[in-house]
């Protein structure tokens, strides 16, 4: 239970913190989610005044809703799988546009508790993107099917701080 609250503490200061720094730089924001199910989009609303910055979210859990809705390339799904870093990329960017947002987030990856896509469970990569910009990770987070879920709010939205505090000028081709 302690850690429950610890968790959820952490949570919330680093939902915080993401949309304090959208806001210092009047940025809006857009999260498309595969893996975390709405826990990032949730995370931020937990946190009075989000609605100046968040936009909304894509729960885009299957594959085909991935390319469907959020533009990811179909023949590129085909041959990699869901669990890709060009996946995370183009669902960050796809949610960015669809929703009108300035910065597009997004988790997509394996929560377990078994491998999926020929991944082992805790593999992941979060992205986010901007029209200045855009920045990827890959992770390989340990623990059970919430804790990587958990882990990867996390990520995300610190990956997103780290991207608005240096203005996205260091991005990935």
Known sequence: MIGDVQGTEDRIRVATALLQAAADRGVSLA????????QVSS?????????????????AYATRIKAQVLGVDA???????????????QMAHGV????????GLATTGVAG????????????????AAPWG????????SGDRSQIRRATVMEVCELAIGFLRKEGRESQP
Do not use: F
């Open 43 to 59: 995370s931020l609303v937990e946190v009075p005044g989000a609605s100046r910055v968040l936009v909304g979210a894509v729960v």
């Open 96 to 103: 960015r546009r669809l929703l009108g947002a300035d910065l």
């Open 113 to 128: 508790p078994g491998p999926a896509d020929g991944h082992p469970a805790g593999t992941v990569h979060v992205a986010v």
């Open 134 to 141: 855009r920045r990827h990770r890959e992770l390989h987070l």
């Open 75 to 89: 023949a590129h799904l085909e041959r990699t799988g869901p669990v890709d870093r060009d996946v995370a990329l």
């Open 31 to 38: 999260i498309a989610e595969s893996l975390t199910g709405g």
